[in-house]
């Protein structure tokens, strides 16, 4: 086994026949390649400069056929560049047998003047580019992971929730490890799975069953030359199929193998494929044969950024495991626990000398400020507050610099939000932003900056943002507890354990996307909804409302239960649907009495419950089972199906759900 590491100078790599050639002099997106394009058309279709908004996740690249796989793999790479990567590395197979493997901290321009023209032989392989969530960006922890006799190359996005109990069994075994990541895990796994003498592809999918989270795993192994073993657990990106002629290719999304073959197929969570160049074969993690039938992709660029949904709006719902980790990434530590924000501008002292928190936004952004609030309550220890921003800057507010300003937003351009922002600078207040776009006013306002950085939103109404910028406020609060010593270590790593695990069950969520389709065909002729929540799960109630309104035109309305008997109470009947945000917390007791005083009315409620809970089903029409979650993460939770009920609503009622009737992305006016 061999390992390059960066250094060298770029030099164009040559002496290949017909091999692709990959771009080196440097690598540009959108010179003829379709990551640019898809990126391109992000920007039009926001109105974005080149650059904004991009995307955070890792990207895989797979090869095994008969040309050199080293280019391939590269050039594939490149055309991930989008996705945003703060380290690069591919592995390949060589005819020797031998797996040589080229990683480097920092851009894939680093890596190609690591190789400095001499690229690994062979006509397999794997890359991949790396956002860190477990360790610092460097070679040791950049993949491809190798195991112990280096002889399993293994490339993996998603996040291994039970990595530490592995690891130290592992350890326990034998195996020594490298990295700080939770992914080197996976090839010590199947290594040890070998040792007993069971076939590679029965090792992985046994691998496949051991992890919890979510996962998008593609491994190579030096005693199976020119195959390639792959799957898909969960939500945590996906893994795409490519079909050439005496040749296969693997990727985590549709640009990087585009150029090679538009014939494609794509693993479902629970699936599994095992690649070899005349084909490929699909089993579920059970064993059980599965067949597929390549179809052709569409080379438009637009039709790719859909990544084959009717609308952008189900495609960035169906996005939020993604979402989770790209707000995660390089943040967070679960050994020893910790968490870490980029450039955060206020050093010790100016923390503890904060009294008191504001967040403000508008829209989908305030309901993140509420929810937020009671993160900063509980999490930092300081009083807060939240405010629509529209009326903070029209009254006299008393900021001054021992409070912290947190704005929410998405584009960073709302004008409300940028108003309120001025006031609290005139009033010498300190701030932090959340927000989607880097380099937006907002970001230049502000002291410093939490990105929610989960790629571009292109639906009007915002999906991702709101799981992105939920995720960000919980980190932003964890960090000031941390600093300010009222949060200790052993919940600080409980906080960051549940976070990790909210991919996980925000799939589970999403796996019920049928259902909650049937439910929308059975109430989609309603004009008019009541959303009912308690505790930090009443932001939801007006989230949901919110996004109903937004897309489906229908009269909905989000309140606090306890409000319910002080007015709302009085519209209740057969003719308005009344969705209740019901999980078993300490709440519960109170949320069930409320459906009572629904049901006494004739009404029809459809209650959010947690997965089980008979007692609650017995006294309701419908229901959307959530699993269970901590309560303070519950909102990430329970605000994703109903953004699925509003979505599949709009669209049975004819309404353009990407860009509805009289909204715009950015609101640039009052």
Not at 197 to 214: H, N, S, T, Y
Request: with cysteine; aromatic share 6%.
């Amino acid at each position: 086994m061999r390992v390059r590491k960066a250094q060298g100078t770029l030099v164009p790599a040559g002496g290949l026949g017909d091999t692709p050639r990959f771009k080196t002099s440097p690598l540009r997106l959108g010179e003829g390649n379709v990551g640019g394009e898809v990126r391109d058309s992000w920007n039009k279709a926001e109105g974005r400069g080149q650059g904004d908004g991009q995307s955070n996740m890792c990207g895989i690249v797979g090869y095994v056929g008969h040309q050199m796989a080293a280019p391939i793999l590269l050039d594939g790479l490149a055309r991930l560049e989008y996705r945003g990567y703060d380290s690069a590395g591919i592995a390949v197979l060589d005819y020797q047998g031998h797996v040589t493997v080229c990683k480097t901290p920092g851009k894939l321009t680093t890596l190609i003047e690591s190789l400095n023209s001499h690229l690994p032989l062979g006509a397999s392989g794997i890359g991949h580019t790396r956002w860190a969530t477990h360790g610092r960006p460097n070679t040791v922890n950049a993949h491809p992971h190798l195991d112990c006799g280096k002889q399993v190359a293994v490339v993996h996005n998603g996040i291994v929730e039970n990595y530490l109990e592995l690891k130290e069994e592992l350890k326990r075994s034998g195996h020594a490890f490298n990295s700080e990541t939770d992914s080197e895990v996976i090839p010590h796994l199947i290594e040890s799975l070998l040792a007993k003498e069971i076939p590679f592809e029965d090792a992985v999918r046994e691998v496949a069953q051991l992890l919890r989270g979510a996962q998008a795993v593609v491994a190579m192994c030096a005693q199976e030359p020119g195959h390639l073993v792959a799957f898909r657990s969960g939500n945590a990106g996906g893994i795409t199929v490519g079909y050439g002629e005496g040749e296969m290719f693997l990727a985590s999304d549709l640009p990087a193998i585009l150029p090679y073959t538009t014939r494609v197929a794509f693993l479902a969570p629970g699936e599994m494929v095992s690649v070899r160049r005349e084909g490929a074969r699909y089993h579920s993690f059970a064993g059980q044969e599965i067949t597929k039938t390549p179809r052709r992709a569409p080379y438009s660029a637009v039709a790719i950024a859909k990544g084959g949904y009717r609308h952008f709006m189900l495609k960035e719902i169906m996005e939020q495991p993604d979402v989770i980790r790209r707000t995660l990434v390089g943040r967070i530590s679960f050994d020893p626990p910790d968490v870490w924000l980029e450039d955060f501008p206020f050093n010790s002292a100016e923390i503890q000398d904060i009294h008191r928190v504001l967040l403000t936004g508008m829209g989908t952004s305030l309901h993140a400020c509420q929810v937020g609030r009671l993160f900063i309550e509980s999490l930092a220890g300081l009083p807060a507050e939240s405010d629509n921003a529209s009326e903070l800057r029209y009254r006299d507010p008393i900021l001054d610099r021992h409070t912290l300003v947190i704005s929410v937003g998405q584009s960073g351009e709302t004008a409300d939000t940028l108003g309120a922002m001025e006031t609290a600078a005139q009033l010498q207040a300190r701030q932090i932003t959340i927000c989607n776009v880097e380099g937006s006013q907002a970001t230049r306002m502000a002291h410093g900056t939490v990105g929610i950085g989960v790629g571009p939103e292109i639906g009007v109404a915002s999906t991702k943002c709101l799981t992105g910028a939920l995720v960000a406020l919980c980190l932003l609060a964890a960090y000031l507890g941390k600093a300010r010593g009222v949060l200790d270590s052993q919940r600080l790593g409980k906080v960051l354990q549940d976070l990790a695990a909210m991919p996980r069950l925000l799939s589970q969520v999403l796996d019920q996307g049928q259902h909650i389709e049937e439910l929308a065909k059975k109430y989609f002729r309603y004009d008019h909804f009541l959303f009912l929540g308690r505790g930090i799960n009443t932001p939801v109630a007006m989230e949901g409302a919110l996004k109903l309104k937004e897309v489906s035109y229908i009269h909905a309305e989000g309140y606090a239960a306890g409000e319910m008997k002080h007015g709302p109470i009085a519209l209740i009947d057969e003719n308005m649907p009344v969705v209740v945000i019901a999980p078993r917390d300490h709440l519960y007791d109170k949320m069930c009495g409320n459906v009572e005083e629904v049901k006494a009315r004739g009404g029809t409620v459809i209650a959010l419950i947690t997965q089980g809970d008979r007692e609650l089903a017995s006294k309701v029409d419908d229901t959307i089972e959530i699993p269970e979650s901590p309560y303070l993460l519950s909102p990430i939770i329970s605000v994703v199906p109903l953004q699925l009920l509003a979505y599949h609503i709009a669209v049975l009622r004819g309404c353009d759900v990407d860009q509805p009737r009289n909204l715009a992305k950015t609101v640039t006016v009052e």
